[in-house]
């Protein structure tokens, strides 16, 4: 099973590793753009594990769920097949109903992919934005590493 890694004082708050397999690669040997969408995703959702917060607890006690609203991903170099990738990430902008994350696919000091996805919170029902729970943004202001110097706090 993967494991967070944690680096304090640096610019990404949260290291989430992943192995290349098989299945995330096009006919040429080489991860499929569209697939770093979905490490990112796994980063994303391991470091609100790690932060105490529960999305299934969450939708299912609350009726709250996270949403991506819009992505941005620069790809600058391949991953292949058995590669080791670091995908870090950080907050960019926390807002009332959304998170703004930046996040980079690394294969050691290479980076391969780097993005910022907007995730938004909403009423399960009806798809609506509502405010992300206190506990929620309360839990992603305190992990480490998190509100570097430049990250803004906005009521987006």
Sequence with gaps: MNQPIHRCGVQFGFDWPIRVYYEDTDAGGIVFYANYLKFFERARTEW????????????EQSGILFVV????????APARLDDLLVIAS???RLGKASVEFAQEARR????????TIRVGCVEHATLRPVALPSSVSDA??????????????TTA
């Design 108 to 115: 050691g000091d290479v980076v391969l992919a780097a993005g």
């Design 90 to 92: 950080r907050i960019e």
């Design 48 to 59: 609100l594990r790690a932060c105490g917060v529960d999305q299934r607890g969450l939708a």
């Design 140 to 153: 992603l202001r305190r992990e480490p590493g998190l509100f570097q110097q430049g990250m803004s706090t």
């Design 69 to 76: 609203s819009e992505t941005a991903v620069q790809y600058r």
